[in-house]
């Protein structure tokens, strides 16, 4: 509720309906949807593509394998290009160097689909030559 003091008295004044629609109306949804930026029908979310890294361990000298869920609404087919870059870091999240990127494009089928992304340990091994040991690979 709003209120104010009202003039020449010590008690306050309910003042709400004077600011506000009343709770639960159509008005007040619409209101709230302007001030929070949500469209009424928002669109967007029925596109989000949500992506998740399955954990996959990484021994030097070996192909580095990582494994992408792509979760999204709908099920129609859609066209989707992965960039990712992979990293050589400490042990404590420092970062070393860039082993290089994978990129793929794959057409995805259905609400959940998984991808995966290979790079060969000939494209990395040679920049490990540049770093001290304790080394973390982080996709």
Do not use: W
Not at 21 to 30: A, I, M, Q, W
Not at 33 to 39: D, L, Y
Not at 57 to 82: C, D, F, M, Y
Not at 117 to 136: A, N, Q
């Amino acid at each position: 509720n709003i209120s104010t003091k009202m003039v020449g008295e010590n008690r306050r004044q309910d003042i709400t309906l004077h600011y506000k629609f009343p709770e639960g109306s159509p008005e007040e949804r619409k209101a709230m949807e302007k001030a929070s930026g949500k469209r009424p029908d928002d669109k967007l979310n029925s596109r989000t593509l949500h992506i998740s890294v399955l954990q996959n361990s990484v021994e030097l000298g070996h192909p580095i394998n990582l494994t992408i869920v792509l979760k999204r609404k709908t099920a129609t087919p859609q066209n989707v290009n992965i960039s990712c870059s992979l990293d050589l870091q400490t042990y404590t999240g420092n970062k070393k160097t860039n082993l290089g990127v994978i990129q793929k494009t794959v057409q995805i089928q259905g609400q959940e689909s998984e991808v995966s992304l290979s790079m060969y340990s000939s494209f990395y091994i040679y920049k490990l030559g540049m770093v001290d040991d304790e080394m973390v690979i982080k996709g």
